[in-house]
């Protein structure tokens, strides 16, 4: 319970393959691991996803925020929160053997983001959801920890093995929902399209997230993909929304959805061409700047020759002989 060494058993949200492959996903060790079984649970095999780290809590759920779905094809996608406090997604091809590099979740400005959740809609299309801020203090954060679920004295080491930041300096610290969804989340550098859930006027919570629990918001998270590919999250919000928001014990919980995203079932939109872009040639027409060939002439048999303008100073006559043009 919190002491070196212990071993304990949460895991984040198991999700069950086409084939019948169960995946647990969750840390050891500071790294995020997945167990993969394919008979059941009777037998179970951990892979290391990334070399990244991920975020290690004190109590008996430790090292358990990590979250994994499978699509259609059997690809598996990981997220999780990184030793730099960051939301990262990783995928396997190949029943969880191998995963391909980390690519951050989050856009430009988040500074720390919470518990990521993910879920799945067509093969390559996802929805993930987290809690993040825009004005963490920053590093050092821990790696270490031992003791409280939610304080961070005297239970928080950095990577010195020094003391980490007080609880204090998260004070001021304002956290907000965000929903993210992506269309080719199995490329090497996939788009996401994201969204904060509330403002930094009126954040969901106000205060430290630990190294496991972020406030109110604990771990009520989840994110779904709809029938009709719209994602929807839940958070909870633990602000009154006041013009200076105060942050109460118990919060609301919130529902909330992406809108104007790619939808994650189904046909996908053909984009519009960019402001002021002339639209592109129909099939089969020439490319602009092209002038196109004139019509082949009428014959019966014979020679044909075609006489071209001057290229570069000099006349060219072509002649070739044909039996029919038509």
């Avoid at 004070?171 to 090497?188: F, H, I, Q």
């Avoid at 939808?263 to 061409?273: C, I, R, W, Y």
């Amino acid at each position: 319970m919190g002491f070196r060494g212990t071993a304990p058993a949460a895991t984040g949200h198991g999700a069950v393959a086409p084939d019948g492959t169960v995946y647990l996903p969750r840390g050891y060790c500071g790294r995020p691991f997945v167990a993969i079984s394919d008979d059941e649970g009777d037998t179970w095999e951990r892979v290391q996803v990334a070399g990244s780290g991920i975020a290690v809590g004190p109590g008996p759920g430790e090292e358990h925020e990590a979250s994994v779905a499978i699509d259609a094809n059997g690809t598996v996608y990981y997220t999780w929160q990184a030793a730099d406090r960051l939301p990262y997604l990783a995928v396997s091809r190949d029943r969880g053997k191998t995963w391909s590099k980390p690519v951050l979740i989050s856009p430009p400005g988040v500074d720390e983001g919470w518990d990521p959740f993910i879920d799945v809609g067509d093969p390559g299309r996802v929805a993930i959801s987290y809690v993040g801020t825009v004005n963490s203090p920053g590093p050092p954060f821990c790696v270490t920890t031992i003791g409280s679920l939610t304080s961070l004295e005297g239970s928080c080491f950095d990577a010195d093995g020094k003391p980490g930041r007080a609880s204090s300096d998260w004070d001021k610290t304002r956290w907000t929902g965000y929903m993210a969804v992506s269309v080719d989340a199995t490329s090497a550098a996939p788009t996401f399209h994201t969204a904060p859930v509330g403002s930094f006027e009126d954040p969901l919570y106000i205060g430290v997230c630990g190294t496991l629990r972020c406030g109110v918001e604990v771990d009520f998270l989840d994110v779904i993909v709809g029938p009709d590919g719209t994602a929807w999250a839940s958070f909870v919000d633990g602000c009154n929304g006041a013009p200076e928001p105060s942050c109460v014990p118990l919060g609301a919980g919130v529902v909330s959805h992406l809108t104007g995203a790619p939808p994650l079932t189904g046909q996908l939109p053909v984009p519009d061409p960019a402001p002021g872009s002339a639209p592109g040639p129909a099939p089969g027409a020439p490319a602009p700047g092209v002038t196109p060939a004139p019509p082949a002439p009428t014959c019966a048999g014979g020679r044909v020759t075609l006489r071209l303008p001057r290229t570069l100073g000099k006349r060219v006559r072509l002649t070739r002989t044909v039996k029919t043009c038509r």
